[in-house]
């Protein structure tokens, strides 16, 4: 891999390092005797629902607490690690973790710069097995502030101590783009993961063939 201008990559994690959300919300729904998309309209449309998870990305509120209220909100009488429960059957992006890791081995910086929906009791990164491949972690909940907040962009790029012009950034929410952008930063709109690797892959010099998982080391 060469990566030319870029010196620096700052990935979201949900829709970008991820595969499968919306399904295995619906299966999730579904085995909890909710109607299709409950869990979407829950977080996105219903006003309660968009205030709790709001005060979730930003620390206010705790996962713990969350669960208790979102289960509430869906009428389910089992609140116990609701978003651990509901995002269960989401799967890592492999190709993008692959894409990801091949970057940092080339010597770029590597930042996760994500809006939180808490760390306990159920951590989403360590579920997907993102943590680790990163140089810097700019989470929502531990800053106070969210994305599209310009402030959350600045400390990013402080914390990888690279020039806005070097850093590649990658969203699957349009409406984080446009902030990153003024900086001077370079956006990617992420779509799906196959466009979204050769469009890195053509931008960084990396080669996107190379799918496979590392080997695990195994003793003799």
Same mark, same amino acid.
């Given at each position: 891999?060469?990566?030319?201008?870029?010196?620096?990559?700052?990935?979201?994690?949900?829709?970008?390092?991820?595969?499968?959300?919306?399904?295995?919300?619906?299966?999730?729904?579904?085995?909890?005797?909710?109607?299709?998309?409950?869990?979407?309209?829950?977080?996105?449309?219903?006003?309660?629902?968009?205030?709790?998870?709001?005060?979730?990305?930003?620390?206010?509120?705790?996962?713990?607490?969350?669960?208790?209220?979102?289960?509430?909100?869906?009428?389910?009488?089992?609140?116990?690690?609701?978003? /651990?429960?509901?995002?269960?059957?989401?799967?890592?992006?492999?190709?993008?973790?692959?894409?990801?890791?091949?970057?940092?081995?080339?010597?770029?910086?590597?930042?996760?710069?994500?809006?939180?929906?808490?760390?306990?009791?159920?951590?989403?990164?360590?579920?997907?097995?993102?943590?680790?491949?990163?140089?810097?972690?700019?989470?929502?909940?531990?800053?106070?502030?969210?994305?599209?907040?310009?402030?959350?962009?600045?400390?990013?790029?402080?914390?990888?101590?690279?020039?806005?012009?070097?850093?590649?950034?990658?969203?699957?929410?349009?409406?984080?783009?446009?902030?990153?952008?003024?900086?001077?930063?370079?956006?990617?709109?992420?779509?799906?993961?196959?466009?979204?690797?050769?469009?890195?892959?053509?931008?960084? /010099?990396?080669?996107?063939?190379?799918?496979?998982?590392?080997?695990?080391?195994?003793?003799?």
């Amino acid at each position: 891999m060469t990566h030319g201008r870029y010196r620096g990559l700052i990935l979201d994690f949900a829709g970008v390092l991820t595969d499968g959300i919306r399904e295995a919300h619906d299966a999730w729904c579904a085995a909890e005797g909710l109607p299709p998309r409950a869990w979407e309209r829950a977080l996105e449309q219903h006003p309660e629902g968009r205030r709790f998870y709001r005060a979730l990305e930003i620390g206010e509120m705790t996962q713990d607490e969350w669960n208790r209220r979102t289960a509430r909100l869906l009428g389910l009488a089992d609140h116990h690690d609701l978003m /651990g429960r509901a995002w269960r059957a989401v799967r890592p992006a492999i190709d993008m973790r692959n894409l990801a890791r091949a970057a940092r081995g080339a010597g770029l910086r590597l930042a996760l710069l994500s809006n939180s929906f808490g760390l306990d009791p159920f951590d989403p990164y360590a579920h997907c097995g993102v943590w680790d491949l990163f140089d810097v972690h700019v989470i929502s909940e531990t800053e106070r502030l969210a994305k599209p907040d310009p402030e959350i962009y600045r400390r990013t790029l402080e914390r990888l101590e690279l020039p806005a012009q070097e850093c590649l950034f990658v969203d699957d929410n349009p409406i984080n783009l446009p902030p990153a952008r003024a900086l001077g930063i370079t956006t990617v709109h992420a779509t799906t993961q196959a466009e979204t690797v050769a469009l890195l892959s053509e931008a960084l /010099g990396a080669a996107p063939s190379a799918r496979a998982e590392p080997p695990t080391a195994t003793s003799s």
